[in-house]
Structures are given as C-alpha cells and as structure tokens.
C-alpha cells in the first residue's frame, strides 16, 4: 500500500500563489505516476495535472500557463506549484498515486485532499 499526505493548502487572493506538497510512503517503489486533481462544492472531481516516474507531465487546460507540477523521485514527493490563482481555482485538491501492482494490475491510491481558497 502507499499513504499520501498533502500539505500547503490555505486561503489566497486572487492572483496570489500557493505550493501543494504531496508525500508517498509505503510501498513508493511501484508508483508509476502521480498527480492532483481537484473537486469543488456540486462538482465532480477532476483533473488539474499528472506526472510521470520519467518527467513527462500532463494539464488540465483550465490550468496551462499557471499551474505547474513537479516530482522528486528521491523524496517520494509531488509538488504543485499555482500561480494566478482564479476565485474558480477553489476546491479541494487530492494527491494521486498510480501503481503497478504487478501481474498486469494496477492500483489507485488517494490523498485525504487539502482545501484551496482563492478569494479576496
């Protein structure tokens, strides 16, 4: 199994600048990718971003130009940088964990999600 932490969540202007921290424990060896996805109040979940072992990287594009994610391998840790951030930027963000469980199967796993408020 992999635990995920987040951190970094908070209240901001708009236009402000938040970092999201995201920290894999447990069995960190079989995530193959990471990445955030957000869900506001009445909306579904959805993705703002992902990233590979490899570097390569993926955008909602609501979020191109001002969100960028990145990954430390060594530390187990995704990063999400916000710049710009927009009032419809507001949600709860999750960290996510996509691992090769072997034998063709893969498994899922879920931050508890931190809260991001964008307003003035």
């Known amino acids: 199994q992999v635990q995920l932490v987040e951190s970094g969540g908070g209240l901001v202007q708009p236009g402000g600048s938040l970092r999201l921290s995201c920290a894999a424990s447990?069995?960190?060896?079989?995530?193959?990718?990471m990445g955030w996805y957000r869900q506001a109040p009445g909306k579904q979940r959805e993705l703002v971003a992902t990233?590979?072992?490899?570097?390569?990287?993926n955008y909602a594009d609501s979020v191109k130009g001002r969100f960028t994610i990145s990954r430390d391998n060594a530390k187990n840790t995704v990063y999400l940088q916000m710049n710009s951030l927009k009032p419809e930027d507001t949600a709860v963000y999750y960290c996510?964990?996509?691992?090769?469980?072997?034998?063709?199967?893969?498994?899922?796993?879920w931050g508890q999600g931190t809260q991001v408020t964008v307003s003035s």
């Open positions: 447990g069995s960190t060896s079989s995530i193959i990718n």
């Open positions: 996510n964990a996509r691992r090769n469980i072997g034998g063709g199967a893969f498994a899922t796993n």
């Open positions: 990233i590979t072992s490899g570097g390569s990287t």
